[in-house]
């Protein structure tokens, strides 16, 4: 089957810097992507890899190892409007997105 | 209209009565997708559309159907509601049904079925 795994909550500090985590097992492997979502609204694309290795944006990078079924989401500088879920999703052999189901952020001050 | 709308923004059905949701968008996408999105649970595709005119089933299709007969709107039906489709329904869609293209998503629907 498809499975997608990330931690359900963390924790970390206003100023931070915190990575989110995602193993992957899917029939095929056509690129992954992360999105954020505030509770209560709709998710927000955040970034997208398809080959190995690191692509930034800003405060936030994202990492990709296809050989390990790994991913994860860097959070610099974090501030508290990052508070939220942070979805992974993976492109399978079908080209359609298999999600896991989050991982809940909170920031302290 | 910017970007995808739906309708309503949450309704509560009674079980077996039917209902459709509402979505449209106004960015000349190609592809089209309905999900539900339920409490420890990942998105789930229901359907999709990669194209105006054509429909596929995704991950949880039962109980629900759709309808393509334009590029701007995509509605989801339920013909008689049952009270495990309690969810929030997100539509989406993209420029096109691959590769990189990130998805945009509507505001959702959350329904509630006694």
């Known amino acids: 089957g498809q499975n997608i795994d990330q931690p359900t909550e963390m924790t970390a500090t206003e100023g931070a810097i915190v990575q989110i985590n995602c193993t992957y097992q899917?029939?095929?492997?056509?690129?992954l992507f992360w999105y954020q979502q505030h509770a209560g609204e709709a998710p927000t694309f955040l970034s997208y890899?398809?080959l190995d290795g690191l692509e930034e944006k800003g405060r936030f990078s994202s990492f990709l190892s296809r050989s390990k079924g790994y991913s994860y989401l860097l959070l610099k500088e974090l501030q508290m409007k990052d508070s939220a879920s942070y979805l992974c999703?993976?492109?399978?052999?079908?080209?359609?997105?298999?999600w896991g189901a989050g991982t809940k952020l909170i920031i302290k001050p | 209209i910017a970007g995808i709308t739906q309708a309503p923004t949450s309704q509560i059905l009674a079980a077996g009565r039917r209902m459709t949701l509402r979505c449209t968008q106004d960015?000349?996408?190609?592809?089209m997708y309905w999900y539900r999105q339920d409490l420890g649970l990942g998105l789930r595709l229901i359907h999709y559309?990669?194209?105006?005119?054509?429909?596929g089933k995704g991950e949880v299709p039962d109980g629900y159907s759709v309808s393509r007969a334009n590029t701007d709107d995509f509605p989801l039906t339920l013909a008689s509601a049952v009270p495990s489709q309690t969810s929030v329904y997100f539509c989406?869609?993209?420029?096109?049904?691959?590769?990189?293209?990130?998805?945009?998503f509507g505001p959702g629907t959350r329904l509630t079925v006694l």
């Open positions: 989406a869609s993209s420029a096109l049904a691959g590769a990189g293209n990130e998805q945009f």
């Open positions: 960015m000349r996408h190609n592809a």
């Open positions: 559309s990669n194209t105006a005119g054509t429909t």
């Open positions: 899917t029939s095929g492997f056509n690129g």
């Open positions: 890899n398809v």
């Open positions: 999703a993976v492109r399978d052999s079908n080209y359609q997105l298999i």
